[in-house]
């Protein structure tokens, strides 16, 4: 069982910049890959970027050169750093990551989501 927490979001006008986090907690062993997704009104689920453990990183081509993914491997924690924002970009931002966690049963793997975050920029 693995919990993430999103933070960060909220509203900001068109060219602004906003940063969201999200923080793993439970029985974690390891992480490979963290991302963010996001889902705007009536449409489906897409990947805006995501990193594995070892820093390689991928991003929509919609948000190239806007956007930038970290995450510090110590704290489990995923950042996302959002420029040059357009009304295009509001959406529901949600946090995932993949890997394994460990208990009595050893080790399995796990994919875990966040509860989402609204991020809404206005024109």
């Known amino acids: 069982q693995v919990q993430l927490v999103e933070s960060g979001g909220g509203l900001v006008q068109a060219g602004g910049s906003l940063g969201l986090s999200c923080a793993a907690s439970?029985?974690?062993?390891?992480?490979?890959?963290m991302g963010w997704y996001r889902q705007a009104s009536g449409k489906q689920r897409d990947l805006v970027a995501s990193i594995t453990s070892g820093g390689s990183t991928k991003y929509a081509d919609s948000v190239k050169g806007r956007f930038t993914i970290s995450r510090d491997n110590a704290k489990n924690t995923v950042y996302l750093q959002m420029n040059s924002l357009k009304p295009e970009d509001t959406a529901v931002y949600y946090c995932n990551a993949e890997g394994l966690t460990r208990g009595y049963w050893g080790t399995r793997p796990f994919g875990s989501w966040g509860q989402g975050t609204q991020v809404t920029v206005s024109s």
């Open positions: 439970g029985s974690i062993f390891s992480i490979n890959t």
